[in-house]
């Protein structure tokens, strides 16, 4: 390595051990580089090696500091909190429900099955479908009469042919709500070879049926070979015709659910994205396009102002929780606050928001203490101090670990507050005993790390599922919602669920395939690739690659059938569970967007969190 990069690294380690905040956890560091009795050694990947004074050798991840200052989060205007927006936003909400409830006495009978699922779908992109759910089901059950699983449906009731894109439309907006609608619906629309059909002339109602196919082929369940080549044949059609579509609000809409998807799309961002799209591509001067739209301009802000506020009590706690000294761990709060909120807006599910992010971050730090900061002897001590619930248990241990333990024991004991007012059942036993699986499963890892040990494919995997993390950060902000589920119905979204497996086993191997790299840099090889490998000696990293890619597919159809199937699990706690694996997608979508926030990561929060939409 050159010499500037060198000292680069070296001046960030002086100014990490020079940091007045860090006297109290680390004093006999708080000195010149020169007076400090360690050695430091900085390999080629950029990652700190410390030998400290009592000759013990850690590693330091080299993650970069938190970007959100709290200064500048308690800065934040919160510009939309004044009644008059709340007002203004119930009279146009009473006004579109009028215009919802008219469809049904003003729509032509040719082309009134496209025009109610055409409401619903905005209302939904717009992120403003919380406010219309009696009129949705009123709209989708009106079309579901007309649904043929052979045929599909026209525009209309009366229309003697079937339609490609209200087909399409309907049967994506009927799935997702969870009536009974088969692909095959869908096979009318190839010829006898097997294609889909199409023209030469990519007008701009066919560019708009293929994209309705795409997104139909998108909610797909395992074993759906009709939509496997939907997808196929529309992705192709789409990322061809792209270069020739003159308008452009049309081809800003195509790259977006091209880019984005289903799985690593998200409401809030949709939302935003869509508000710019509808205002230049609907007619504005119509009266229901004009309100809906005036109505989702001064929601999204209004509750940006509300997630301004919630960040703002997140900063403040996790300054005080002594967190941020922690100087070695990545600090993401905020970044987790953003994947809750990306999909859950409902201002009365604070707590789930919150309670998500620090759940989020305490595995953060655990994760940092046991994959690289902590010693293989510290972790067993730490291990068992954690599974007695007691801080007394850490006497001895490290100072980083008791302050680690602390805050983490308070936000579990908190959550379980939280949970209790709805579920009239205390959890915390309950919550703890999940943590304590996890502690077990990371242990595991330490080991794995410190004897050099590889793993089969499916012992790691089998671990991966708990030490992901999935279950002990959803679990309990689940249980603050406000439907109380029963200790039965729990299980069927929680350990050992076939949801729950499918949730965490996505989580994981998406994240591997991420951050293999990076992460054996840092001396950690233990991974689903390396496993592979291991398992298959004569493949390749590409060749692991392609195997595993095909298996989040494989394992993402399951997840969407275990999500949409009809079981005894409240709605609300599964669209919350299931859209919180759609945001860690997102996050990981180009990189580890968590230990790598400062590109796509800091730009999404920026987009949607930060700067309001100009009404």
């Known amino acids: 390595m050159s010499l500037p990069c060198n000292t680069q690294l070296l001046h960030k380690f002086s100014s990490i051990h020079h940091n007045p905040s860090l006297t109290k956890l680390y004093p006999s560091r708080h000195r010149s580089l020169a007076q400090l009795p360690i050695n430091i050694n900085i390999n080629m990947n950029m990652v700190l090696i410390i030998t400290d004074e009592q000759g013990i050798t850690r590693r330091i991840g080299n993650h970069h500091p938190n970007l959100w200052d709290d200064d500048f989060l308690q800065s934040l205007p919160r510009s939309y909190d004044a009644p008059c927006y709340g007002e203004r936003a119930e009279k146009l909400i009473k006004e579109i429900k009028g215009m919802f409830n008219a469809l049904h006495l003003h729509s032509s009978s040719a082309d009134d099955l496209y025009q109610h699922l055409s409401m619903v779908d905005d209302v939904e992109r717009l992120g403003i479908d919380r406010h219309f759910q009696t009129e949705i089901k009123a709209a989708l059950d009106y079309v579901y009469r007309y649904w043929d699983d052979m045929n599909g449906i026209g525009c209309g009731r009366e ?9 399409a439309l309907g049967f994506r907006i009927l799935r997702l709500h969870r009536y009974g609608v088969s692909s095959g619906a869908l096979l009318q629309f190839k010829d006898n070879d097997g294609q889909f059909l199409y023209s030469n002339a990519q007008s701009n109602e066919e560019l708009k049926s293929i994209l309705n196919l795409y997104r139909a082929s998108l909610i797909v369940f395992p074993n759906e070979q009709a939509l496997d080549d939907a997808k196929a044949f529309s992705t192709t059609y789409l990322k061809q015709a792209l270069p020739n579509i003159s308008n452009t609000n049309l081809s800003k809409e195509i790259k977006f659910n091209l880019e984005y998807g289903w799985h690593t799309n998200v409401p809030r961002l949709e939302a935003r994205t869509y508000i710019d799209i509808y205002g230049d591509h609907k007619n504005t001067k119509n009266i229901f396009n004009s309100k809906l739209l005036e109505l989702a301009k001064l929601d999204f802000n209004m509750i940006q102002s509300m997630q301004q506020q919630e960040l703002q009590i997140l900063s403040r706690w996790w300054t005080e929780s002594g967190l941020s000294k922690l100087e070695f761990s990545r600090h993401r709060h905020v970044e987790y606050y953003f994947w809750a909120a990306g999909a859950c807006i409902e201002p009365k599910y604070s707590s789930f928001r919150i309670g998500f992010a620090k759940m989020s971050a305490f595995a953060t730090y655990l994760d940092d203490i046991y994959d690289t900061y902590g010693t293989l002897d510290e972790l067993k001590i730490f291990t068992q101090a954690i599974k007695r619930w007691d801080l007394a248990s850490m006497e001895g241990l490290p100072e980083f670990m008791k302050v680690a333990f602390k805050a983490f024991d308070e936000g579990v004991r908190d959550m379980a507050r939280d949970a209790e007012k709805t579920q009239g ?11 304590e699986v996890y502690i077990d499963a990371y242990m595991q890892e330490a080991t794995w790390l410190a004897t050099g040990y590889i793993p089969s494919l499916e012992e790691y995997l089998e671990n991966s599922k708990v030490s992901s993390g999935s279950r002990v950060v959803t679990l309990q902000p689940i249980l603050s919602l406000d439907i109380p589920i ?37 001396g950690e090889h233990v991974s689903c690739i390396t ?3 291991k398992d298959n000696p004569r493949s390749t990293e590409e060749g692991a690659l392609d195997y595993l890619n095909s298996l989040i597919d494989d394992k993402l159809k399951e997840l969407n059938w275990e999500y949409l199937k009809t079981d005894n699990v409240p709605r609300t706690s599964k669209d919350h569970a299931y859209a919180l694996s759609r945001g860690l997608q997102l996050l990981y979508k180009e990189r580890d967007g968590f230990s790598v926030s400062k590109f796509e990561t800091k730009n999404l929060i920026t987009k949607t969190m930060i700067e309001p939409v100009p009404m």
């Open 159 to 167: 229309s003697p042919c079937a339609d490609l894109n209200t087909t």
């Open 425 to 435: 059942r205390d959890t915390l036993d309950y919550a703890r005993k999940a943590w």
């Open 486 to 522: 029963s200790n039965d119905v729990i299980k069927e979204i929680d350990y050992p669920s076939k949801f729950n497996d499918l949730l965490c086993l996505t989580l994981r191997l998406r994240g591997d395939t991420k951050t293999f790299k990076v992460e054996a840099d840092r």
């Open 531 to 533: 496993c592979y490998l």
